[in-house]
């Protein structure tokens, strides 16, 4: 039974969100702070997803996010009230994997885990694969309707970054830190000119699912 933490100062909706983790066989671990979230998912290192309140007593989730991302990868959905698109984007930078406002319905936010849960499994299988582009991440291979693409490795290295996160921003800072290193003396239009060789390699695919997010940075569209 898989562990899914949920965090969220109002319990009704916690414990909403939690009743019905247990009647699609989860295991909803609970908490109604920062402080507590944190605690409770450093002592359950099997858990395999979270969901997060924004506004939340003591530390709000966005610096709960990027907590755990320094130590964990685990797929995060942020839950909360507030939609502005400041929020959202603040979120996605923060580490998130979704993002779903309230009030939601409990049918929908389930099938959001089950979808974030699927992606992460098949991650684990050592395989990515969308709309006929499949990457073999051990390999380092890529294949567009079972033909094979060749990209550089930084090209490679991107579309692995957005792929195994799909419908989450990167921003260029993000991006350059992570394939070029901090120590990069380049400036953003290296990210812009090999996002743009990617999309060219991949054709149709490319337009099609890696969107450009203005004054942002990128992000692989699944839909």
């Given at each position: 039974m898989k562990k899914i933490l949920v965090a969220d100062d109002e319990e009704l909706i916690m414990n909403l969100v939690c009743d019905f983790l247990r009647r699609d066989g989860y295991e909803p671990l609970s908490a109604t702070d920062g402080e507590e979230a944190l605690a409770v998912f450093k002592a359950n290192p099997d858990i395999a997803l979270v969901i997060l309140d924004i506004m939340m007593p003591k530390i709000d989730g966005w610096e709960v996010c990027?907590?755990?991302?320094?130590t964990s990868n685990v797929p995060v959905i942020m839950l909360t009230a507030r939609s502005q698109e400041f929020d959202e984007l603040t979120?996605?930078?923060?580490?998130?994997?979704?993002?779903?406002?309230?009030?939601?319905?409990?049918?929908?936010?389930?099938?959001?885990?089950?979808?974030?849960?699927?992606?992460?499994?098949?991650k684990e299988v050592g395989n990515i694969s969308m709309g006929g582009l499949k990457l073999n991440?051990?390999?380092?291979?890529?294949?567009?309707?079972?033909?094979?693409?060749?990209?550089?490795?930084?090209?490679?290295?991107?579309l692995n970054k957005l792929m195994s996160n799909p419908d989450r921003v990167f921003s260029r800072e993000h991006l350059l830190d992570d394939i070029w290193g901090f120590d990069f003396d380049g400036d953003m239009r290296t990210v812009d000119s090999h996002v743009a060789r990617l999309r060219t390699k991949l054709g149709d695919w490319g337009t099609k699912h890696i969107k450009t997010i203005y004054g942002t940075?990128?992000?692989?569209?699944s839909n």
């Open positions: 990027r907590t755990i991302r320094q979120g996605f930078e923060a580490g998130a994997d979704d993002y779903v406002t309230k009030p939601c319905s409990p049918s929908v936010l389930m099938k959001r885990v089950a979808a974030h849960l699927r992606r992460d499994a098949q991440i051990e390999a380092h291979e890529v294949y567009l309707d079972g033909k094979s693409i060749m990209l550089t490795l930084k090209e490679y290295s991107i940075g990128y992000k692989i569209e």
